[in-house]
């Protein structure tokens, strides 16, 4: 056995254990190791045999399934981005990875997760459709259509500790142990939408009903998201008017209106489409 071989064998049983803490920072002392055997191929080379780009996918998808773990996100994208010519070019000399559609899915959620819709339009051109059948890759999709449909309110089934899919949907949630900060960041988004839409449709709400729009478990949770939606709002707009709690009620203001004096056949219209969003949460 080379010191390749000896050192992605150490990387992957390290991966296969709790790599938590200590074992973190062995992953980390193997990776940067063989970095620099894999900085001698050029994967451009038609001479580079096949066993060596078998070795060099296993140990990228090894480090990515780390990353991920990690929540390390920039050093996932740089190993995805080398990933890219094994799962996409050299797809018909290799064969399948294991990993291939955990690692495509995640992808897959982190640009749903960072809006960036175009690009994840251009992967799935380039998924063949039998790998688009996994229950992975098909889980994401339908998260996909889930928000272009706005059924934001499935969206937050995302954020449950219990996992459970959206309902109505044939596709199971992913399982893998790496999604979840994705999928926290894409309830968090539909989260905000169903907040923005709330305030442009109600002067005012009962704490408890607001907490059911949002799905959010108690007045305390409630309360949490008010004080970050407040600070996210200023954030956007620093005229923005925030929520306020008063007699277990909501007061929202109507900001929309109140700033900007909008005309009233076009803020009946503006209302009646978020009017329909919300029948869409509800």
């Known amino acids: 056995m080379d010191q390749f071989d000896l050192h992605l064998s150490q990387l992957q049983k390290a991966y296969q254990t709790n790599f938590k803490s200590t ?23 038609p001479n580079v045999d096949k066993e060596s780009l078998l070795k060099i996918r296993t140990f990228l998808e090894t480090a990515a399934l780390i990353f991920l773990e990690a929540n390390d996100t920039e ?5 995805y981005s080398q990933l890219q010519p094994f799962y996409f070019d050299l797809n018909n000399i290799l064969p399948k990875s294991e990993h291939m559609t955990t690692i495509l899915s995640m992808w897959m959620l982190h640009l749903l997760s960072d809006n960036k819709i175009g690009d ?3 992967l799935l051109e380039k998924i063949p459709n ?9 889980f994401v999709i339908n998260l996909e259509r889930l928000m272009m449909e706005g ?9 449950t500790q219990d996992g459970t899919p959206p309902q109505g949907r044939t596709a199971s949630r992913c399982h893998d142990r ?5 999928y926290k960041i894409i309830a968090s988004t539909a989260r905000n939408k169903i907040a923005s839409s709330i ?9 408890d009903y607001v907490s059911n729009l949002l799905k959010l478990k108690n007045r305390n949770e409630t309360l949490d998201f008010i004080s970050y939606y407040n600070q996210y709002k200023l954030q956007q707009d620093p005229e923005s008017v925030p929520w306020k709690v008063a007699d277990n009620y909501v007061i929202f203001q109507n900001e929309v209106g109140a700033k900007h004096k909008i005309p009233s056949r076009e803020l009946l219209s503006n209302s009646l489409e ?9």
């Open 151 to 159: 059924n934001l309110h499935q969206l937050l089934e995302l954020d």
């Open 75 to 79: 050093n996932f994208k740089s190993l």
């Open 120 to 122: 994840l339009y251009m």
């Open 23 to 45: 074992k973190f920072e062995t992953c980390l002392f193997l990776i940067d190791k063989l970095k620099d055997f894999t900085a001698h191929y050029n994967l451009s080379n």
């Open 274 to 282: 978020y009017l329909h969003d919300l029948e869409k949460i509800i």
């Open 130 to 138: 039998d790998v688009k059948q996994d229950d992975k890759i098909a």
């Open 178 to 182: 790496c999604g979840s900060e994705y």
């Open 199 to 207: 305030e442009l449709c109600y002067r005012h709400l009962s704490l």
